[in-house]
């Protein structure tokens, strides 16, 4: 019999109740009093537990090494020796490792030297931050504070986004749907017919032009490319010069934002002008009902809004927290901006001063309003569900589940079909004027970073996060 521990023949010999192994008394007493455990199996194990062995005693031979004193001087020399090199190794593991404390806490101090200057710059741009171009400071109804450009919006400006609105806002609620819309009977139907190559890799945006024939399409490599819907290809490439957040048509000029912080305006591939406004990431871009004005949201915590007839900045609204969605009144007279600390921050457009506040339970990720004016979509990050709110009592009147997380969403001309994309597939929310209620035409499994109606919702243009385009329609 051999010690579990030592190897050798114990001179008292102990079983485990547990693991059945031999060990000698001293040592498995020693080992449970600093473990507590079984040596072997790493099991629970006390005292109680082991069961000593009668045994008759047993005396062992001397080793014949140490039978004569000069074989004990040899294996004390031996065991000096032994002795010797262990401590020459321990000592230089022990400078070793002193020499790599040493290097570790200089590291550490410089670390902390470098965090705590970036902290005091950062502090510093912050600070700096709030006070550009901020001459006065608007309070609104409800008391929250919002810095706003002193110099306000131009005349120009101005006069067209009144005439826009007076033009708009006179027939929208009893405008007839357009003959040949789109009916749900016919979005049942719906099928991918088209789909393209994978375009641009970690594809965040998709636009239409007001033909439905031209798509803008970019990524996180900063290219945006224009793809022609009916010729199937792209017909010319766009460079941003940094990851692309967002891509709108305003007219036949696409407006394109980035990551860097940048808005680019093109036109037939040209290049017209160049804004970079925001200190941080452009999250989010809004055409005006005029359609040559042009908002952007940011993680600054503004919004900037643009004049493309002029290429020039017309206004810088800041807010209390980064902005991650931003969405026009169909009128033209209110701007939304969805925040990260949950809140839709509705503004009017004329004055930026704060209309309404309207909580969420997170991050504003998508906003959209209805094309009849009363009714706003919302929807929070990693959401599967839709909060639509009533603009005309700012309260929230329906919250639609879709069962899946939801990207990105559009509302169709007429405001009876409210479009949904997401990674798990597409859906339609119908809303019913007649009966004031909502059911789901249609649901797909084609996943969706961003979606467009076509023309007339005869069709649904999805993009990927592959920058595959997808086209659904009814099959003739």
């Not at 109680?48 to 005693?57: A, F, H, M, P, Y």
């Not at 409800?142 to 826009?164: C, F, H, K």
């Not at 503004?302 to 931003?326: C, E, H, I, P, R």
């Not at 996943?447 to 592959?466: E, F, K, L, R, T």
Request: hydrophobic share 40%.
């Amino acid at each position: 019999m051999l010690c579990a521990i030592s190897g050798e023949a114990p001179q008292v010999p102990i079983v485990s109740r547990k693991s059945g192994r031999i060990f000698e008394k001293r040592l498995i007493e020693a080992y449970i009093a600093e473990h507590g455990k079984d040596p072997v199996t790493g099991e629970d194990l006390s005292t109680e537990d082991l069961v000593e062995v009668k045994t008759d005693r047993v005396v062992r031979p001397r080793p014949p090494t140490l039978t004569s004193i000069p074989s004990l001087l040899s294996v004390f020399q031996e065991e000096w020796d032994a002795l010797a090199l262990e401590t020459f190794s321990l000592r230089q593991a022990l400078a070793q490792t002193r020499q790599e404390l040493s290097s570790a806490l200089y590291q550490h101090d410089a670390a902390v030297r470098v965090i705590a200057r970036l902290t005091k710059e950062r502090d510093e741009a912050r600070d700096a931050l709030s006070k550009v171009s901020v001459g006065t400071t608007r309070t609104s109804g409800d008391g929250e504070a919002m810095q706003v450009d002193s110099t306000g919006l131009p005349e120009a400006v101005l006069a067209r986004i009144d005439s826009t609105q007076a033009s708009l806002s006179k027939g929208r609620r009893k405008r007839p749907i357009p003959e040949g819309w789109a009916t749900s009977e016919i979005l049942s139907t719906y099928q991918p017919t088209e789909t393209s190559e994978p375009l641009y890799p970690g594809t965040r945006t998709l636009s239409l032009n007001s033909s439905g024939d031209l798509a803008l399409v970019g990524g996180v490599d900063g290219v945006v490319g224009v793809y022609s819907l009916p010729q199937k290809r792209v017909l010319e490439t766009l460079k941003i010069g940094g990851p692309v957040t967002e891509a709108i048509w305003a007219g036949e000029k696409a407006v394109i934002a980035s990551s860097t912080g940048a808005v680019k305006v093109f036109e037939n591939g040209t290049e017209l002008a160049t804004f970079n406004l925001h200190a941080g990431e452009v999250t989010s871009l809004a055409v005006h009902p005029t359609g040559d004005i042009v908002a952007s949201a940011g993680v600054d915590k503004s919004y900037v809004l643009y004049d493309l007839t002029t290429n020039s900045v017309t206004t810088q609204v800041f807010s209390d927290a980064s902005l991650l969605s931003v969405k026009f009144h169909p009128d033209g007279h209110l701007v939304a901006a969805g925040g990260a600390d949950g809140q839709i921050k509705i503004f009017e457009v004329r004055s930026s001063v704060a209309a309404a506040n309207y909580a969420m339970s997170g991050p504003v990720k998508c906003l959209f309003f209805s094309e009849n004016g009363t009714f706003l979509a919302a929807v929070v990050e990693n959401s599967t569900s839709i909060s639509i709110w009533d603009l005309r009592h700012s309260s929230e009147i329906k919250v639609l589940d879709t069962g899946n997380k939801i990207d990105t969403i559009s509302w169709d001309y007429t405001g009876q079909f409210l479009l949904t994309g997401g990674p798990s597939g597409l859906t339609v929310q119908q809303y019913s004027k007649s009966s004031k209620q909502w059911s789901e035409p249609f649901r797909s499994a084609v996943p969706a970073v961003s979606v467009a109606w076509g023309a007339a919702a005869q069709s649904i243009v999805a993009a990927n996060a592959d920058g595959v385009v997808t086209v659904l329609a009814a099959k003739s």
